[in-house]
């Protein structure tokens, strides 16, 4: 299962439409068994995430907030998208290779970061 | 005096969400209009960063609170949230600095106040006009105009009845917003677009695992409204088992969500509108008697496009300088006047707008003909009196089609040809793709 996930820095961010960073990773068998892909935008763009999605093949995009236009067309584009987690993407990456991680999951790991995206 | 004040009660006061940040920055404290936005309990969210919790524009919301944690001075910014039903609405974020008796920075304050009520009500100026007085001449739409100061001077439920398109939400948005509530939530419930056990959740709120697929706590429509005016749009097609639930908030002003127990209480001013005889569904069985009387303190009816006749010169006016946006504006040749005048309506201003919107896009720039009008308006059935719905093309069988239905099939169509693909069926309508995506939202495709 190929998965993208809008970061920043550390973290998932609160809003997939205000990201520049994202990673791309496989999950097989309950383990991420190769380091993510890190991709980076010159400037943030929702609609620049989910053609990538798309070019990628990636079944889950993974994110914080995600607005109504987004979600809508990723999932007319047939990916699923499992968003409002807060937490670090590590961990949500791993919960979600063992087919634990829900919408709106509030991860032990939730950091306070000082800077947000 | 004030010492021994329950701090949540003076935050659940304020009709805005509040959030209060230690300086880590990290959420402390949030009122109830602020679990409404994030869609979290205070309980979930106590001790997480509040760039994560509220989601704003403003980037990096923590260079902000920096400014206020150093500088004690309050700061206030435009901008947007994304809420809990992934909306981005526009907000003012107005953030102080809080500080103990002994002059110690405890944290800051900060209050995010939804401005998409004050936008749709500009944008709902611009666009609809469907009840605009200032865009009437005629005595009953005047008589209406007077009469609102007392409609909003009032807590009393107000039933408005009227065509499809005649402007019912318009007219109670208007009521909320000149009201005393008006800082408070205006939430519309459309109760012909919910499924029975779906409006019922949405209504009230139900409590996690209340229902298969009910994960989390869902605050509901009622509760989201407190303080404020929640707007029941189409009240004749609200299931009978909703009706005797609505009945017992209106008496009692409280309620149970789905899978709780626990009585809420709420203060809200309900305004409902119907396209249908709610007499003759009473009579019929279909609505019960004491909810009827119970909405019936104030009633109003708004007129009929073509009861406003005299009113169609000033709102074609009015909408195609609007849809020009700024560029020259096409003038409507005396044929193409006369042939709209001489339609029904039955979608009434609503059906106007979105028939000047298309013939615009048709037209070019260029001067109005009747040619760049729908074919159907030149059907000698659709100058016959209104009977129910109007005259369309294609309607051999007799079924007639409004101009929305055509609009939709015409969007079908495109979609069909364009096998599917969003973008070339945009360009086959000659649309751009925003205007596409707004217009199958608006049609349900």
Same mark, same amino acid.
């Given at each position: 299962m190929k998965v993208l996930i809008a970061i920043t820095r550390d973290e998932i961010a609160p809003r997939f439409d205000l990201a520049v960073e994202a990673i791309i990773a496989e999950v097989t068998d309950g383990s991420v068994p190769d380091e993510p892909r890190h991709l980076l935008l010159s400037e943030p763009s929702g609609d620049e995430f989910c053609t990538l999605a798309v070019r990628e093949s990636v079944d889950v995009v993974l994110c914080g907030g995600i607005d109504e236009m987004h979600y809508d067309y990723l999932s007319w584009k047939k990916i699923s998208v499992v968003d409002g987690v807060i937490g670090p993407y590590a961990e949500a990456l791993e919960l979600l290779a063992n087919a634990k991680l829900k919408p709106d999951a509030i991860l032990p790991g939730a950091a306070n970061e000082e800077d947000g995206s | 005096m004030f010492q021994d004040v329950d701090l949540s009660v003076f935050l659940d006061g304020i009709p805005h969400a509040v959030l209060l940040v230690d300086p880590a920055l990290s959420v402390r404290a949030m009122n109830r209009q602020g679990e409404a936005m994030t869609g979290r309990s205070l309980k979930e969210v106590a001790g997480i960063g509040a760039d994560f919790v509220i *989601?704003?524009?403003? *980037?990096?919301f923590s260079r902000f609170f920096k400014a206020v944690l150093e500088d004690r001075q309050t700061v206030s910014q435009e901008g947007n949230v994304l809420d809990r039903n992934r909306k981005i609405a526009p907000a003012r974020f107005t953030i102080s600095p809080v500080e103990g008796r002994d002059g110690d920075l405890l944290g800051a304050m900060v209050v995010v106040e939804d401005l998409s009520h004050t936008a749709y009500l500009e944008e709902e100026r611009a666009h609809m006009g469907e009840f605009d007085a200032e865009l009437s001449l005629n005595p009953k739409m005047r008589e209406i105009a007077e009469k609102m100061p007392v409609f909003a001077a009032t807590d009393a439920s107000l039933l408005i009845e009227g065509e499809?398109?005649? !402007?019912k939400g318009s007219l109670a948005e208007t009521v909320h917003k000149a009201s005393? *509530? =008006?800082g408070y939530p205006y939430i519309k419930v459309n109760c012909a677009a919910l499924p029975e056990s779906l409006l019922e959740s949405e209504l009230f709120g139900h409590a996690p695992g209340a229902f298969a697929g009910a994960e989390r706590v869902r605050q509901g429509m009622l509760r989201l409204a407190d303080h404020g005016t929640i707007f029941f749009n189409e009240i004749g097609d609200m299931p009978l088992s909703m009706q005797a639930k609505l009945l017992s908030v209106l008496d009692d002003g409280e309620f149970s969500p789905l899978g709780s127990t626990r009585k809420v209480a709420v203060d809200v001013r309900i305004i409902a509108a119907t396209s249908r005889d709610l007499k003759a569904l009473v009579e019929e069985g279909l609505f019960r008697e004491d909810l009827y009387y119970r909405l019936n303190v104030l009633r109003l009816r708004l007129p009929s496009l073509r009861e406003r006749q005299e009113d169609i010169p000033l709102l074609i006016d009015h909408f195609i300088r609007h849809f020009s946006k700024g560029a020259a504006t096409p003038q409507l040749d005396s044929e193409a006047l006369g042939e709209l005048k001489a339609y029904s309506f039955p979608g009434n201003v609503r059906e106007l707008r979105n028939m000047l919107e298309h013939t615009l896009i048709l037209s070019q720039g260029e001067s109005i003909t009747k040619e760049h009008l729908p074919e159907y308006l030149r059907s000698p059935e659709s100058l016959r009196p209104h009977a129910g719905v109007a005259p369309g093309p294609g309607? =051999? !069988? !007799?079924k007639a089609l409004r101009w929305d239905d055509v609009e939709k099939e015409m969007i079908i169509d495109a979609l069909r040809e364009a096998r599917g693909k969003k973008n070339e069926a945009a360009k086959k309508l000659g649309w751009a793709r925003s205007t596409l995506y707004r217009k199958l939202r608006q049609h349900g495709i």
């Open positions: - | *989601r704003s524009n403003l *980037r990096p499809t398109g005649t !402007g005393k *509530r =008006a309607n =051999a !069988g !007799g």
